[in-house]
């Protein structure tokens, strides 16, 4: 297993288990999401302004960055899934 993934689960389960009450997981991924799309744009833009004709490989690779935080996003929800279960049978 990846090692990020591995400290987004972590993050995960800290974020659960710190933080009272129940998360929403829907939110928290949806912000991600957008966050990442925003960061991509931009970020993709300013590379054809300071890198002319660079090529599709931009597009490429920010699509396996969209995949790769989407799969991290996934594993942190997981994470704050079962932190929420510990603070459950901590009670």
């Known amino acids: 297993m990846d090692t990020y993934a ?4 972590l993050l995960g389960i800290a974020f659960g288990f710190l933080r009272r009450g129940k998360e929403d997981r829907a939110k928290i991924i949806e912000v991600i999401f957008v966050s990442l799309l925003l960061g991509l744009v931009s970020g ?3 590379s054809h302004a300071v890198l002319d004709g660079a090529g599709w490989g931009e597009f490429v690779k920010a699509f396996g960055l969209i995949v790769a935080a989407l799969i991290y ?19």
């Open 6 to 9: 591995i400290i987004s689960f």
């Open 44 to 46: 993709i833009a300013l």
């Open 73 to 91: 996003a996934i594993f942190f929800a997981a994470g704050t899934y079962l932190g929420d279960l510990l603070e459950k049978l901590r009670k």
